[in-house]
C-alpha cells in the first residue's frame, strides 16, 4: 500500500512538474510574439493614417445612412399600425351607426330604450378598444385624472372630494386622453 500511495505521489509531482514546463514554455513564447510585433511595428506614415480616417468616415456615413433609413420605416411603420388600429375602430363604430341610422329613420317611434342600448353598444365597443371612463363622483380629487372647474365650501362633504361631475374624463390604455371636468368641495 506504501507503495501505491508512493506511485501516486510521485505522479502527482510529475504532473506538476510537467505542468510548470509547459506554462513556463506558453509564456516565453507570448513574450516572443510581443517583441516580434513591437520590432515589426512602425509608425504609420501621414498617407496610412489619412487612409484609415477616410475608411472610417466612409463606414461612419454608411451607418448613419443605414440608421437614417430605418428611423424612416419604422415611422411609416408605426404610421400604418395606426392607420390599421384606427380602421378597426371605425369599422366597429360602423354598427353602431348603421343602429343610429335606423332609430333616427324611425323618427315616429323613437324609443329611449332603443337609444340607450345603443348608447350603451356604442361605450362597449369604444371599451373593447381600450377606452375607460374615469371615475369621479364622490372620489377624491387628483389633478391627474379630474380637472377643477369650480369648488364650493360643503360641511357635509370631506375636503377635496368631488361632489359634482360636468364632464365625464376618460382613458385610453391607461392613459388620460380628457380628464374629468368637476366640482371639488373646500
Do not use: W
Not at 12 to 21: A, S, Y
Not at 88 to 100: A, C, G
Not at 137 to 166: A, L, N, T
Amino acid at each position: 500500500m506504501s507503495d501505491e500511495c508512493s506511485e501516486t505521489q510521485e505522479e502527482t509531482e510529475l504532473k506538476e512538474d510537467l505542468k510548470e514546463i509547459t506554462d513556463e514554455a506558453v509564456r516565453k513564447e507570448d513574450k516572443e510574439e510581443l517583441e516580434e510585433l513591437e520590432e515589426s511595428e512602425e509608425e504609420p506614415t501621414r498617407e496610412e493614417l489619412q487612409e484609415e480616417v477616410e475608411e472610417l468616415e466612409t463606414s461612419l456615413k454608411k451607418v448613419m445612412a443605414d440608421f437614417d433609413n430605418y428611423k424612416k420605416r419604422m415611422i411609416k411603420e408605426k404610421k400604418r399600425i395606426r392607420q390599421l388600429a384606427n380602421k378597426s375602430l371605425v369599422v366597429d363604430l360602423l354598427e353602431v351607426l348603421d343602429d343610429l341610422e335606423r332609430a333616427l329613420d324611425n323618427e315616429e317611434d323613437i324609443d329611449r330604450d332603443g337609444i340607450e342600448m345603443i348608447f350603451e353598444k356604442f361605450m362597449r365597443t369604444l371599451e373593447d378598444h381600450g377606452l375607460e371612463k374615469i371615475d369621479a363622483e364622490g372620489e377624491q380629487f387628483d389633478p391627474m385624472y379630474h380637472d377643477c372647474v369650480q369648488s364650493e365650501e360643503r360641511d357635509d362633504v370631506e375636503e377635496d372630494k368631488i361632489i359634482e361631475v360636468y364632464q365625464e374624463g376618460y382613458k385610453l390604455n391607461d392613459e388620460v386622453i380628457r380628464p374629468s371636468k368637476v366640482k371639488v368641495s373646500k
